[in-house]
């Protein structure tokens, strides 16, 4: 017999997909849960993808916590709590993904599956998720690209999916291939809901690309509202991040103090007469980090606040037919 699934508790559940992968979506689930996290806001990241990626920007690479993602096979397969690796930044905990995960993908579609108290992966991942989940103001799965299954179990999870998507073809195709995907979780998560696309790898300046997206949203067959914020390109800034474990804020702030010490050592070169001072140390950080972090403030707040006006919507509706 299968057990009730708390929607309620997975209210602040986003998965962030889409079928192409190179379209930001790990890097925009570490900087927005971030960027929430630094504001005061519990945050859970969860990484859902085989490759357990989503631990790079944050400096995790080699932590004695990351246990490949075997603690989501536990949760799933025995109903074991989740090991949370807690406030890896402060307000900010992380489940690991990785290796570990190509077990759910097997189990998914095999007849052991059915069973699960809940019968399926997906079901029992949302079960096990609903528990834990009314801890945090918000949860972010980082979904993988190419696995079905896997994705299917972040989707029965989730009330609100998320996608980032650049604008050529191939981000369009898997763009177009969530929504078939979406639609056949509804019959399961009823909850289910966009909170919309936004675009990455994009020139702000490009507003005709813009305009252009929204009209394109259309081929994916549901109603997903475009976003106004978007995700600039930024080579450096992106190697900065990866290199250093950091998240894009907090390269901003290195490349702050950075561009003042550089500042304050040519001063002191120019006074000095025999040219003796010391060399600059380090090369120069990218100077584009404070204009991507902004990218992912901004985006984090459209998030914020759509989830609280669908809330608040809802709430209203509630108090209208309990009036009637």
């Not at 508790?9 to 996290?37: D, E, F, P, Y």
């Not at 950080?285 to 998030?303: F, G, I, P, R």
């Amino acid at each position: 017999m299968s057990e009730t699934i708390d929607r309620e508790a997975l209210a602040r559940v986003i998965a962030m997909i889409n079928g192409k992968g190179g379209v930001l979506k790990t890097s925009t689930t570490q900087n927005v849960g971030g960027q929430l996290a630094e504001q005061g806001m519990k945050i859970l990241l969860i990484d859902t993808d085989i490759s357990g990626n989503l631990k790079i920007g944050l400096g995790l690479v080699g932590s004695p916590l990351d246990d490949a993602g075997k603690s989501i096979v536990d949760a799933v397969w025995n109903g074991e709590p989740f090991k949370i690796a807690r406030d890896v930044r402060p307000n900010l905990d992380i489940i690991f993904g990785g290796r570990a995960l190509e077990m759910l993908g097997k189990l998914a579609q095999s007849s052991m599956a059915d069973e699960l108290p809940n019968g399926s992966v997906a079901a029992e991942f949302a079960a096990r998720l609903a528990e834990i989940a009314g801890e945090y103001d918000l949860v972010i799965i980082d979904c993988p690209p190419g696995n079905a299954e896997l994705q299917d179990m972040a989707l029965a999870a989730a009330r609100w999916v998320l996608i980032p998507a650049k604008t050529d073809e191939m981000s369009w195709e898997g763009l177009r291939g969530v929504g078939p995907r979406v639609k056949r979780a509804r019959r399961d998560n009823e909850t289910l809901d966009y909170l919309g696309v936004f675009l990455t790898g994009h020139n702000p300046t490009a507003t005709r690309v813009y305009k252009n997206t929204q009209v394109r949203l259309e081929e994916v067959g549901d109603k997903v509202p475009l976003l106004r914020s978007t995700i600039r390109h930024s080579e450096t800034a992106a190697h900065d991040t990866t290199t250093r474990g950091q998240l894009a804020h907090e390269l901003a702030r290195d490349v702050k103090v950075q561009r003042a010490s550089r500042l304050q050592a040519l001063r002191a070169r120019r006074g000095d007469e025999h040219g003796s001072s010391a060399p600059l140390k380090a090369p120069a950080l990218s100077q584009t980090a404070n204009s991507l972090a902004d990218d992912y403030k901004h985006l984090a707040a459209e998030v914020c606040e759509r989830i609280t006006a669908a809330e608040e919507a809802g709430a209203s509706e509630q108090l209208e037919g309990a009036r009637a």
